[in-house]
C-alpha cells in the first residue's frame, strides 16, 4: 500500500511563490509515476504534472510550462512541486497521485493511490 500526504498550500498573492510536498510512504516507488492534479470549485480534477522516480521525465500541462517545477527527493521520499508566477486561475485543491509503472498518463483514472489534499488560493 502507498500513503502521500500534501502540505504547503496556503494564500498567495497574485505572481507569488508557493512550494508544495508529496510526503510518501508504505514503500518505495521506484517504479511509480507520481503526478500533481488539481481541483477548483466547481470544476473537474485536472492534471497538472508528473514525474518519474528517476526524474527523467517530467511533463506539465500547457498553462504551468515555465511557471511550475516538479522534483523527486528520492532520499527524503518526497516530491515537490514548486509554483511560480502564480495566478488567480491556479486556485484549487491540489492532489499528489500515484501509479504503477512509468507509461504515460495525465488521466486522474490511472492513478491509484490518492493524498488527501492542499488548497492553494491566488489573491489578486
Known amino acids: 500500500q502507498v500513503q502521500l500526504v500534501e502540505s504547503g498550500g496556503g494564500m498567495v498573492q497574485v505572481g507569488g511563490s508557493l512550494r508544495l510536498s508529496c510526503a510518501t510512504s508504505?514503500?518505495?516507488?521506484?517504479?511509480?509515476?507520481v503526478a500533481w492534479f488539481r481541483q477548483a470549485p466547481g470544476k473537474e480534477r485536472e492534471f497538472v504534472t508528473r514525474?518519474?522516480?528517476?526524474?527523467?521525465?517530467?511533463y506539465y500541462e500547457d498553462s504551468v510550462k515555465g511557471r511550475f517545477t516538479i522534483s523527486w527527493d528520492n532520499a527524503k521520499n518526497t516530491v515537490f512541486l514548486q509554483m511560480n508566477k502564480l495566478k488567480p486561475d491556479d486556485t484549487a485543491d491540489y492532489y499528489c497521485?500515484?501509479?504503477?509503472?512509468?507509461?504515460?498518463?495525465?488521466?486522474?483514472?490511472?492513478?491509484?493511490?490518492w493524498g488527501q489534499g492542499t488548497q492553494v488560493i491566488v489573491s489578486s
Open positions: 497521485a500515484a501509479k504503477y509503472g512509468i507509461a504515460s498518463s495525465d488521466n486522474k483514472y490511472s492513478y491509484k493511490f
Open positions: 508504505g514503500r518505495t516507488l521506484d517504479s511509480f509515476t
Open positions: 514525474i518519474t522516480y528517476t526524474s527523467e521525465h517530467a
